[in-house]
């Protein structure tokens, strides 16, 4: 089967760092995608990756290992608007994104 | 960046009536839009994949009669849930690929509360 694993809840303190895993099993891979859900809100899009390595946007940098089957979202210099849930999502070989169940950051000041 | 949107943002109806949520790109054709609904502190569920021009594909477990996809042109992309009840209730979102760009990212629509009392 498919699965995607990221860890359900994570805590961080306003301006440090923090880095969100997410470990993956599909049928095929044609890319891996984060975004940022605000509660209520849709998903935005934050980082595609396809080929291994880190790609950085920002405040926001994204990690791939294809061999591994691994991903990491960091985020560095944390804001209390960074406090929403992350979705590690993967396209597979039907181009049908699998999602995560979503990592909470909560940010204490 | 593209633009998906969706309308309505927020709809309450009643027990027994339908509704129809439109999931529109603005400024890039989208041969396939996926839509999507999400219970409260639950993950992005895929309902249907729908194709420009044929039926919509199906997830196990959705049912096709009472929730009716139509993808009539490139940029549209409907869907209607009938005969709604409580149950229903929850936060529908559509995406769509610009499959004409070299990004393969997914586009979101603002997302449609659905509240059926």
């Known amino acids: 089967g498919q699965n995607i694993d990221q860890p359900t809840e994570m805590t961080a303190t306003e301006g440090a760092i923090v880095q969100i895993n997410c470990t993956y099993q599909?049928?095929?891979?044609?890319?891996l995608f984060w975004y940022q859900q605000h509660a209520g809100e849709a998903p935005t899009f934050l980082s595609y990756?396809?080929l291994d390595g880190l790609e950085e946007k920002g405040r926001f940098s994204s990690f791939l290992s294809r061999s591994k089957g691994y991903s990491y979202l960091l985020l560095k210099e944390l804001q209390m608007k960074d406090s929403a849930s992350y979705l590690c999502?993967?396209?597979?070989?039907?181009?049908?994104?699998?999602w995560g169940a979503g990592t909470k950051l909560i940010i204490k000041p | 960046g593209a633009v998906v949107s969706q309308h309505p943002s927020r709809v309450i109806c009643k027990s027994g009536t339908s509704v129809k949520i439109e999931c529109r790109s603005l400024?890039?054709?989208?041969?396939?839009m996926f839509w999507y609904r999400q219970f409260p502190k639950q993950s992005l569920m895929l309902m249907a994949t729908?194709?420009?021009?044929?039926?919509?594909?199906?997830e196990q477990g959705v049912e096709k009669d009472k929730f009716l996809i139509n993808h009539a042109s490139l940029t549209l992309s409907t869907l209607t849930v009938t005969s709604a009840h409580p149950e229903d209730s929850s936060f529908y979102i559509c995406?769509?690929?610009?499959?004409?760009?070299?990004?393969?990212?997914?586009?979101f629509g603002q997302g449609t509360r659905l509240t059926v009392v």
């Open positions: 995406s769509a690929r610009d499959e004409t760009g070299r990004d393969t990212e997914a586009f």
């Open positions: 400024d890039f054709q989208a041969t396939t």
């Open positions: 729908s194709n420009e021009g044929s039926k919509a594909t199906y």
């Open positions: 599909t049928s095929g891979f044609n890319g």
């Open positions: 990756n396809v």
């Open positions: 999502a993967v396209m597979d070989s039907n181009y049908q994104l699998i």
